[in-house]
């Protein structure tokens, strides 16, 4: 299935280490909160959705980084996954996060749609 790019956001939203830019896509027909990042100056974009009970992440908005900018955590039992993989790092995860395909130029963010992924119809 080919995928479509939409338009997340500037460039320079996305901070190394910084603030999430959520996002709201469908997945699997249902729709889910997703977020954007920047790590080692790529940005990477994931469900906000735990592996290990299917939660939203951030214990504060746009906040999933830890204090060492090195894992992403999710606030409510610690399960620490890899910023540019999703890999489960450690805590309870139970695998890895769902990945979204970005993509960069010009200044501005996109993400991917997919077989799976979707845009939120209005
Ligand atoms: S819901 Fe994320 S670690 Fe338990």
Redesign the pocket.
């Known amino acids: 299935m080919t995928q479509t790019p939409v338009v997340l956001c500037a460039s320079d939203a996305l901070q190394e280490g910084g603030r999430a830019v959520a996002f709201d896509v469908v997945y699997g027909g249902h729709a889910c909160r997703a977020f954007a990042i920047r790590f080692e100056g790529r940005v990477h974009a994931y469900l906000n959705r735990?592996t290990?009970?299917p939660?939203e992440?951030d214990y504060q908005a746009g906040q999933f980084f830890d204090d060492t900018g090195r894992w992403l955590l999710?606030a409510?039992?610690?399960?620490a996954y890899v910023p540019d993989s999703g890999a489960c790092a450690g805590?309870?995860?139970r695998g890895g996060l769902v990945k979204i395909t970005l993509s960069e130029s010009d200044g501005v963010v996109h993400w991917h749609t997919g077989h799976n992924l979707k845009p939120v119809e209005f």
């Open positions: 735990c290990h009970v939660m992440m999710c409510t039992h610690g399960a805590g309870p995860c």
